[in-house]
């Protein structure tokens, strides 16, 4: 059959949803729609998971406003503390985070409340984000004369402004100092974000002896839920190894959905969104729903909230 427009041969069989493109467009159209993400049960009670990993560059902040943008798509509140003084969630998640503004800087030392430093992603009526300014890279001095330094986040947790807020990501800067012990005091989960790269497990070592000193003194539920694979590359033996290898260290708390490596992941944040609006039909946004909803799905069987 010929096509009048360009006057080439096209097959009969060929439909644009067979095209690379016309397969995204029609997943986007699917994500896209009112419902068409389908929704997820709410939690029993609101779930505080801290995404912690030492080591930096292995997709912390993309997997805290990814996973956060696909539970709100569902049709869940969620709300992401940034605890980076660099700010990348806030930016992704199109937050105001210039100097100034009410931020978890002003959270940690008693300056601001909750419902003073929550601000509402344009990107969803379901997201909420406390912002991080510059101004949070000296907290960390700041902290250590106050008193109850390790329990600050968890006193304004409690605030009455949270209490419809469903999931709660804490995204800590790749350290263990103060900022990331008020992560990990606050929360009842770790989620650690582990790329399919050489030294995939350098530093997750030391992060677990950290977590389990916070349960011995400070937070007895505190608890590794979730492993998450990132930039896995499915062309290359080296990333089925060590897919493998952490599969066989952690088990079943590895989600079985593995987060791509992928330029649409990469290129989002630089436009202040996340990839599910960037391009809802791309691997990595498929991938961070199908993420999302297994989190969901998985802490309503195990109840682990």
């Not at 930096?56 to 997709?59: M, R």
């Not at 409690?158 to 263990?176: H, R, T």
């Not at 992560?183 to 929360?187: E, H, Q, T, Y």
């Not at 989190?295 to 195990?302: I, S, T, V, Y």
């Given at each position: 059959?010929?096509?009048?427009?360009?006057?080439?041969q096209?097959?009969?069989?060929?439909?644009?949803e067979d095209t690379?493109?016309?397969?995204a467009?029609?997943r986007?159209?699917?994500v896209?729609t009112p419902?068409?993400?389908?929704?997820?049960p709410?939690p029993?009670?609101?779930?505080?998971?801290?995404?912690?990993?030492?080591k930096?560059?292995?997709?912390k902040t993309t997997?805290?406003?990814?996973?956060?943008?696909?539970?709100?798509?569902?049709g869940?509140?969620?709300l992401?503390?940034?605890?980076?003084p660099?700010?990348?969630?806030?930016?992704?998640?199109?937050?105001?985070?210039r100097?100034?503004?009410?931020?978890?800087?002003?959270l940690?030392?008693?300056?601001?409340?909750?419902?003073e430093?929550i601000?509402?992603?344009?990107?969803s009526?379901?997201?909420?984000?406390?912002?991080?300014t510059?101004d949070?890279a000296?907290?960390?001095?700041?902290?250590?004369s106050?008193?109850a330094?390790?329990?600050?986040l968890k006193?304004a947790l409690?605030?009455?402004?949270?209490?419809?807020?469903?999931?709660?990501?804490?995204?800590?800067?790749?350290?263990?100092g103060?900022?990331?012990?008020n992560?990990?005091?606050?929360?009842r989960?770790?989620?650690?974000p582990?790329?399919?790269?050489?030294?995939?497990?350098?530093?997750?070592?030391?992060?677990?002896?950290n977590?389990?000193?916070?349960?011995?003194?400070?937070?007895?539920?505190l608890h590794?839920s979730?492993?998450?694979?990132?930039?896995?590359?499915?062309?290359?033996?080296l990333a089925?190894?060590?897919a493998?290898?952490?599969?066989?260290?952690f088990?079943d708390?590895?989600?079985?959905?593995?987060i791509?490596?992928s330029?649409?992941?990469?290129e989002?944040?630089?436009?202040?969104?996340t990839?599910?609006?960037?391009?809802?039909?791309?691997?990595?946004?498929m991938?961070?729903?199908?993420?999302?909803?297994e989190?969901?799905?998985?802490?309503?069987?195990?109840g682990?909230r």
């Open positions: 059959m010929t096509n009048p427009d360009t006057g080439y096209v097959s009969r069989g060929t439909r644009d690379p493109i016309g397969a467009a029609k986007a159209s699917q896209l419902g068409g993400a389908g929704t997820l709410r029993v009670e609101r779930r505080v998971l801290t995404i912690a990993n030492q930096g560059g292995v997709g997997s805290a406003v990814n996973l956060a943008a696909a539970l709100a798509l569902h869940l509140r969620v992401v503390i940034d605890l980076d660099q700010g990348n969630a806030s930016t992704a998640l199109g937050v105001d985070h100097s100034g503004v009410p931020s978890s800087y002003e940690l030392l008693g300056e601001a409340t909750m419902s430093a601000a509402q992603s344009p990107h009526p379901n997201l909420f984000c406390i912002p991080a510059i949070l000296g907290a960390e001095i700041e902290l250590v106050m008193v330094r390790e329990t600050r006193k409690a605030d009455p402004v949270v209490e419809s807020i469903d999931y709660v990501f804490i995204d800590c800067p790749p350290s263990l103060l900022l990331t012990v992560a990990l005091v606050a929360a989960e770790v989620l650690i582990i790329q399919c790269e050489y030294y995939a497990l350098e530093g997750v070592g030391q992060l677990l002896r977590i389990e000193l916070v349960q011995a003194h400070l937070n007895p539920q590794v979730t492993i998450l694979l990132t930039m896995y590359d499915a062309r290359t033996k089925d190894q060590v493998a290898e952490v599969r066989n260290h088990g708390r590895v989600l079985s959905s593995a791509p490596r330029v649409k992941v990469s989002a944040p630089g436009y202040g969104t990839v599910l609006d960037y391009d809802p039909g791309s691997r990595g946004a991938s961070y729903l199908d993420a999302g909803r989190l969901a799905m998985r802490g309503a069987r195990k682990n």
